[in-house]
């Protein structure tokens, strides 16, 4: 069972910066896709960033784009989400997602249906 366990989450003014980390389990990862998404309260979980196996490529939802960057270090089995310029609207409980998976490493996923792994999520609040 892969299990996946986010931190870094906080309370921050607007215009500040965080850094999310996620720790993944098991001698696979490098074959996991990443994500990280997020649900603010009465919404549904959206995708904030996505990389590929690699880290070669990755992927911003367009709310995010110039302030948001995602990293990952396959050595360390870690997954990281710096976010800088922090807005209130970026209000909301943050999880990393996980998918294995066996193709190019060309390939990013951005819809919640396609990760087969979840963290427990980090609370993230930037107030104005």
């Known amino acids: 069972q892969v299990q996946l366990v986010e931190s870094g989450g906080g309370l921050v003014q607007a215009g500040g910066s965080l850094r999310l980390s996620c720790s993944v389990s098991g001698r696979t990862f490098r074959t996991y896709a990443m994500g990280w998404f997020r649900q603010a309260p009465g919404k549904e979980r959206v995708v904030v960033a996505s990389?590929?196996?690699?880290?070669?490529?990755?992927y911003y939802a367009d709310s995010v784009k110039g302030r948001f960057t995602i990293s990952r270090d396959n050595a360390k089995n870690m997954v990281y989400l710096q976010m800088n310029s922090l807005k209130p609207e970026d209000t909301a409980v943050y999880y990393c997602?996980?998918?294995?998976?066996?193709?190019?490493?060309?390939?990013?996923?951005?819809?919640?249906?396609?990760?087969?792994?979840w963290g427990q999520g980090t609370q993230v609040t930037s107030s104005s």
């Open positions: 990389i590929s196996r690699s880290g070669g490529y990755t």
């Open positions: 997602a996980a998918k294995p998976t066996p193709y190019a490493d060309s390939k990013l996923y951005t819809r919640r249906d396609e990760f087969d792994y």
